[in-house]
């Protein structure tokens, strides 16, 4: 009867899902030697076929890695680890499927854009250079690109954070639904739809020339539903605990928008503003139609043609020269520190604007 109780196993030694007995778990190293020996056997089995893509090779070591994790694991422990370790594979390997492409964009544009990227192609034009030539730079359509999101962000940030707190604060009934509606409707309006609707009415109807301010407001138009969508995701994140507490003081709703939701959601507003301004940061189309493009130093973005920096690496991809493909990937450069400096600023105005919570 003793000897009974003394061999039966305690419940700490039973499995948690079968009540099986386990036989140890696998080592804390276990996922990272996985991951080698799935690279390596990926790697050889791609040898062994003739894959010439490194692509494929991947794929069939992320196989390979789900496989024996999961056969690894059904074997030293149980069941229900193995599928729990299978899911958490899953999302090892998803995220490397997301972030392998974009550093690979991102060391292709570095590597292939640093080698004319000076001081020199930052302050010159292509004034007097020929495009197959060496030489030139991307001043006059950086600061083309600076001066029509200058415009563009003015013209559709209020506007859209204006709807947003309509629709969050006062929006009721159809005038809402309808407001809504149009807004989803817009977020789906290819660029050059909005070009041809600013070269309709700008241009022919009024009889304007081409500018950057025309293209502003064909950016405008892309950037607003993206300002209202985000915008009102943020001030319907705000407690409604803090809207009755301060209309409770007697405090009038106008103010109460403007002193405690909006710093409030001032940090998503910012960032929301940032992914809008990157939505029209690299758009071509409208550009092509309203700005028309020019070699030369234009200031002045309500007369004349102007270029931009998507406009540009369009211009200098087309010519086909080895000079005019390496100032289209410093371009490209510039425009990707050009938009990661403006979301690094707004997260700067974001926390130095954020409410401080004491302790």
């Known amino acids: ?14 499995s948690p899902s079968s009540g099986s007995l386990t036989r140890g778990g696998l080592p804390r190293w276990a996922p990272a030697g996985i991951a080698v020996l799935s690279a390596v056997l990926g790697s050889g089995t791609g040898l062994v076929f003739g894959l010439q893509s490194k692509i494929q090779w991947g794929l069939i070591a992320a196989l390979l890695f789900v496989g024996i994790t999961y056969g690894s694991s059904a074997v030293i422990e149980n069941s229900r680890q193995a599928k729990d370790r299978v899911a958490t594979s899953m999302i090892w390997v998803c995220f490397l499927l ?18 004319v990227l000076d001081g020199n192609f930052l302050s010159h034009s292509m004034n007097g250079v020929t495009s197959f030539e060496p030489g030139g730079g991307v001043y006059h359509a950086l600061l083309g690109t600076i001066e029509q999101i200058a415009l563009a962000t003015l013209i559709a940030a209020p506007i859209g954070l204006l709807t947003a707190v309509y629709l969050v604060e006062y929006g009721k009934g159809k005038l809402a639904k309808a407001v809504t509606f149009f807004v989803d409707v817009m977020t789906g309006i290819p660029s050059i739809v909005a070009g041809l609707f600013i070269l309709t009415t700008w241009n022919l109807m009024l009889g304007f020339g081409p500018s950057g301010f025309a293209g502003a407001m064909a950016l405008s138009i892309l950037m607003m539903p993206v300002v209202v969508r985000s915008t009102e995701e943020m001030l319907k994140l705000v407690p409604n605990e803090l809207r009755e507490a301060a209309l409770a003081l007697g405090v009038p709703k106008w103010r109460v928008i403007l002193k405690v939701v909006l710093p409030t959601a001032v940090g998503g507003i910012a960032t929301g503003l940032m992914l809008a301004v990157a939505r029209i940061a690299g758009e071509t189309a409208p550009i092509m139609l309203l700005v028309f493009g020019s070699q030369l130093i234009n200031g002045n973005p309500f007369e004349g043609a102007q270029s931009s920096l998507p406009l540009y690496i369009w211009e200098q991809y087309k010519v086909g020269s080895d000079a005019s493909y390496d100032r289209a990937w410093a371009a490209a450069l510039v425009l990707i520190a050009f938009v990661m400096i403006l979301n690094l600023v707004a997260r700067g105005i974001a926390r130095w604007k954020a409410p401080k919570t004491g302790r």
């Open 1 to 14: 009867m003793s000897h009974a109780v003394q061999d039966r196993p305690t419940r700490a030694d039973r």
């Open 98 to 115: 997301a972030v392998v492409p974009l550093l690979s964009l991102i060391w292709t544009t570095v590597s292939r854009g640093i080698k």
